[in-house]
């Protein structure tokens, strides 16, 4: 979609509306990428009428309240605003809300959907019988949020391939609708091991080791083995963002897993 032009507001303070939007970037992008030079950040600022310079920084404010930056040793930039933090404490554990703020201001603004890329993969159960247009924007957030922090990799078996990678929700979108966009309920996996998730025949220990069921721990087949059995007790690799949710993955263990 090309990006529309705005009269410019260089200079002028940010509005709550042009915050929401730079938050919902911020969410889809990996911190790495929130460069003047990143297309999608080029494309909010023609949006909103500012320079790819100003959103990247306004990017960069964000990522100084990360808690997983943090963690990591990275941190933002110092220089935020009041409403940086307001913004940051309203939607950061509502992120249902934030999808239809942004989803909302974007389309008065007469734009469509944040598209990075195609959603190759499709969610599938209840969540599917939805209106399209409401699971669109929620299955959007999810996935760029989820496959972003992940850098697009497999946590488990680190395939970097975009068509074979789902935003997997831990605790179905069925069981929990609140946390149906929520990023710390997701894992990226690839096709196979997101079947083996949402069968029950995987899951992840509060420690973010593999877990394999008895039932593919036994399995006589050689080829079973040969491909599942190395990942037994192998930690999945960490998210640069939104680290999975102790409850969430322990609800799976308790309610999917087959153990």
Not at 59 to 71: I, K, M, W
Not at 188 to 208: E, M, N
Request: charged share 25%; with cysteine; glycine share 4%.
């Amino acid at each position: 979609m090309p990006a529309l032009k705005r009269q410019s507001r260089y200079g002028q303070p940010w509005t709550r509306r042009e915050l929401i939007l730079a938050f919902d970037l911020y969410c889809r992008i990996p911190f790495r990428k929130t460069k003047a030079s990143n297309p999608w950040v080029q494309q909010l600022a023609a949006l909103v009428g500012r320079s790819p310079a100003s959103v990247a920084r306004k990017l960069g404010n964000f990522g100084a309240f990360d808690p997983q930056l943090q963690r990591e040793n990275i941190s933002g930039l110092t220089h935020t605003s009041r409403q940086d933090r307001e913004i940051w404490d309203e939607f950061h554990n509502d992120w249902n809300a934030l999808v239809y703020a942004a989803y909302k201001i974007r389309h008065s603004m007469g734009a469509g959907l944040v598209e990075q890329e195609p959603d190759l993969i499709q969610p599938r159960g209840p969540s599917e019988r939805l209106q399209p247009a409401k699971q669109r924007v929620h299955q959007s957030f999810f996935r760029q949020a989820v496959l972003s922090s992940y850098e697009w990799r497999c946590c488990i078996t680190g395939i970097p391939v975009p068509e074979c990678l789902v935003a997997s929700h831990i605790i179905p979108w069925s069981k929990d609708e609140h946390r149906r966009a929520d990023p710390t309920n997701g894992l990226c996996l690839s096709a196979t091991f997101d079947r083996l998730f949402d069968a029950g025949l995987i899951s992840i220990s509060d420690q973010l080791t593999v877990q394999l069921s008895t039932t593919l721990k036994k399995s006589r087949d050689a080829r079973t083995s040969a491909l599942l059995s190395v990942y037994d007790s192998v930690p999945v690799m960490r998210p640069r963002r939104f680290l999975p949710a102790l409850d969430a993955i322990r609800w799976h263990r308790q309610n999917v897993f087959l153990g």
